[in-house]
């Protein structure tokens, strides 16, 4: 039974990497950028066959072709988070998962294990891999680790923020998110930093930090 549940599931799986070499030859689902996935025409079938395996399949007799394929249909359904919702309501998937994840290239899969892992009953361990994914190279996975980290870690906070206000390795726009995402974080833990982040904001000049500070000065946050 369960054999018979995991092999549809990979089908499912090679059914879309067939479809994404066929409409887009060549290209690397990191070279296509966002939602093109949105357009595959067979998502039902395909999280029908993905639910299935989440509660019919027991997490620890998953093999490492099983965990790939699941992280590859978590980063492809990167708009809509059905998947990764799902899999936060079975902590032994989603760490199982979560793992097979940070371990990838997956930048998709990636931020969304980090923006759910505050929602997920999993343990300690696990919710600590919001630090690695803090540290991760892609911005986006970042920042959204360390906008989930007051829930996980609070006492890491603030030795984060000086980091992502000084990095340097984004464009100007990112890095202005990245320092938005630093007052965000300070002000949801109530941290003495703040007032003077707020003042850098304000030395920054930029239009959105400028929005976001004055909002949490004004208690709009």
Not at 4 to 12: D, M, T
Not at 173 to 190: C, G, K, W
Not at 201 to 207: F, M
Request: with cysteine; hydrophobic share 40%.
């Amino acid at each position: 039974m369960a054999k018979g549940i995991r092999e549809r599931l990979l089908e499912q799986a090679i059914k879309f990497h067939q479809w994404q070499e066929a409409t887009y030859p060549g290209k690397t689902s990191e070279e296509l950028g966002g939602e093109w996935e949105v357009d595959y025409p067979y998502w039902n079938d395909t999280y029908s066959a993905f639910c299935q395996v989440l509660t019919q399949m027991d997490a620890e007799t998953a093999d490492s072709v099983l965990l790939d394929e699941m992280a590859y249909l978590i980063a492809r359904d990167n708009e809509a988070e059905g998947f990764i919702q799902e899999t936060t309501s079975h902590p032994q998937w989603f760490e199982r998962l979560c793992r097979r994840a940070a371990a990838s290239n997956e930048s998709e899969a990636k931020w969304q294990f980090a923006a759910y892992l505050p929602k997920c009953p999993c343990s300690q361990e696990v919710k600590d891999m919001i630090l690695d994914f803090a540290k991760d190279p892609n911005e986006y996975v970042s920042r959204r680790a360390l906008l989930a980290m007051p829930a996980l870690r609070p006492d890491c906070v603030e030795q984060f923020a000086p980091l992502f206000w000084e990095r340097n390795c984004y464009s100007l726009e990112l890095q202005e998110y990245q320092r938005i995402a630093v007052l965000v974080s300070l002000d949801a833990i109530h941290s003495g930093l703040l007032p003077q982040y707020l003042e850098q904001a304000k030395q920054d000049g930029r239009r959105y930090l400028l929005e976001h500070a004055k909002r949490i000065e004004g208690g709009l946050l």
